[in-house]
């Protein structure tokens, strides 16, 4: 079974430029999660879909972070325009309440970096 | 509100001496908790998990920990250090009753192992 992936596995753009991470959870997952990790600190709640709706969106940091996830499977995380505090690590994690009692599968990470 | 602490961001110990990663967690509510593993290059591994029954959980790679309600805190330990245990590692609580089972994560502890 193939585990979560995220692309692309390291992103550098400028300042105000635009940048869209993505997600693929594990088949059959209702549930996914995006966090992010700035260099330092701890890994910080993003958002969590349930199939294609926004269950919490209580982490997202301003409007210039936009998450979708179309038909219930793949999701994006769209930066416009990035800002140099965007740079971090963004993990995607799924999971199958149900299943797993809420146990979260990773991706491998996005690393970006603003400049 | 929920809260992870983990003492000590960064922790040595010599190759087959014991490991032991503290982590003391704030909640209202019975907590579910996590300790996962990053190893260098790769996405997060779940080690173990306590959700509900028998307080000692045992995990992957000879790892496991004790949920103690009275001092809040559910500590990983190893018997015997290995050096491809070298990793960071992170404590996590999430809430059964929340609805999103949303990870409230420590800042990680870096452990390095000596030969």
């Known amino acids: 079974e193939a585990g979560v992936t995220q692309f692309p596995s390291h992103s550098v753009i400028e300042k105000g430029q635009t940048v869209t991470l993505r997600c693929d959870p594990i088949?059959?997952?209702?549930?996914l999660y995006w966090y992010r990790r700035v260099m330092g600190k701890e890994i910080k709640f993003l958002l969590h879909?349930?199939?294609?709706?926004?269950?919490?969106e209580s982490g997202m940091p301003n409007n210039r972070f936009l998450a979708e996830r179309t038909g219930g499977t793949y999701s994006t995380l769209k930066v416009q325009p990035a800002e140099l505090e965007d740079s971090g690590v963004y993990f995607c994690?799924?999971?199958?309440?149900?299943?797993?009692?809420?146990?979260?599968?990773f991706g491998p990470g996005t690393r970006l970096t603003v400049l | 509100a929920q809260s992870v602490t983990q003492l000590g961001s960064h922790v040595s110990v010599s190759e087959g001496a014991l490991v032991l990663l503290r982590c003391n967690y704030s909640?209202?509510?019975?907590?579910?908790l996590f300790w996962y593993v990053q190893y260098p290059n790769q996405g997060l591994q779940l080690l173990l998990k306590?959700?509900?029954?028998?307080?000692l959980v045992k995990g992957i790679n000879g790892f496991e920990a004790e949920f103690k309600k009275s001092e809040t805190s559910f500590h990983l330990t190893k018997p015997s250090a290995h050096m491809s245990d070298a990793a960071e590692y992170f404590c996590?609580?999430?809430?059964?009753?929340?609805?999103?089972?949303?990870?409230?994560f420590g800042t990680g502890t870096r452990l390095k192992v000596l030969a």
């Open positions: 994690a799924s999971s199958q309440v149900q299943v797993t009692s809420g146990t979260q599968y």
């Open positions: 088949s059959g997952h209702d549930n």
């Open positions: 879909f349930v199939k294609e709706s926004k269950q919490d």
């Open positions: 909640s209202s509510v019975p907590p579910y």
């Open positions: 306590y959700t509900t029954g028998a307080t």
């Open positions: 996590a609580v999430s809430s059964p009753t929340s609805g999103t089972y949303k990870y409230i």
